[in-house]
């Protein structure tokens, strides 16, 4: 059983379409963490977020963090094929990280 | 590349055998960590070493054991092996090991267990 739940599971969009990612959890997390992993390679750090409520913004993704520090979303503007990979959110409590299932986005050019 | 290296990149073994992964973490890194990633299981938290001292500890089956040496490297020893052992399993390094600290995961190590 996954602490933290990911939604959906596999999304396929076209490109220049927007895509939305959920990540939720019965449990309250010190930060949560999104990453990328790619095949064949290990996950990469997109964005910590640590207080609730905080919403980060990077270029054309941005990330959300729920006010109880529970859940969160990634939400990617304006897709483009470069962003397909694997989507991982992971909490942090007491030094460990649990991650989710993670979300495999595709976007079709 | 994250600086973290891993080796070997692929191992394959027999039920029953004993295996040792290895890592090196970024330069200036104190804290290694290993997870297993798995098609049925994603990715899971092992276990955390910080300057040589083990710090949390995960889902770790008792079959499997590491250490992280005073030059900080570490190794992840996996013995008495089963089919379900077959994953990929990642060293990741991070300055101090807090929760809020960025994890810098190198290229796994891809174990089949035939």
């Known amino acids: 059983t996954q602490l933290l739940e990911q939604s959906p599971q596999f999304l396929s969009i076209q490109e220049g379409e927007n895509l939305t990612v959920y990540c939720n959890s019965s449990?309250?997390?010190?930060?949560l963490q999104w990453y990328r992993q790619e095949p064949g390679e290990g996950p990469v750090l997109l964005v910590t977020v640590v207080t609730g409520g905080e919403v980060k913004k990077l270029k054309r993704l941005t990330f959300q963090f729920g006010d109880a520090r529970k859940d969160s979303s990634l939400h990617i503007t304006a897709a483009q094929p470069g962003d397909t990979g694997l989507y991982l959110c992971?909490?942090?409590?007491?030094?460990?990280?649990?991650f989710g299932a993670g979300t495999t986005v595709t976007v079709r050019a | 590349d994250s600086g973290v290296t891993q080796t070997p990149k692929h191992l394959i073994t027999a039920t029953g055998q004993r295996v040792t992964l290895r890592c090196s973490p970024r330069s200036g890194d104190l804290s290694v960590y290993w997870y297993q990633q798995s098609l049925d299981q994603g990715l899971q938290f092992l276990i955390q070493?910080?300057?040589?001292?083990?710090?949390a500890k995960g889902n770790i089956l008792e079959r499997f054991s590491a250490q992280q040496f005073p030059d900080l490297h570490s190794e992840l020893n996996l013995s008495s092996l089963e089919l379900g052992d077959s994953a990929l399993y990642f060293c990741?390094?991070?300055?101090?090991?807090?929760?809020?600290?960025?994890?810098?995961f190198g290229p796994g190590t891809r174990l089949t267990v035939l």
């Open positions: 449990s309250v997390f010190s930060s």
């Open positions: 992971a909490g942090a409590r007491d030094y460990k990280l649990s």
């Open positions: 990741a390094s991070s300055v101090e090991g807090q929760s809020t600290d960025t994890q810098y």
């Open positions: 070493y910080y300057n040589g001292e083990e710090r």
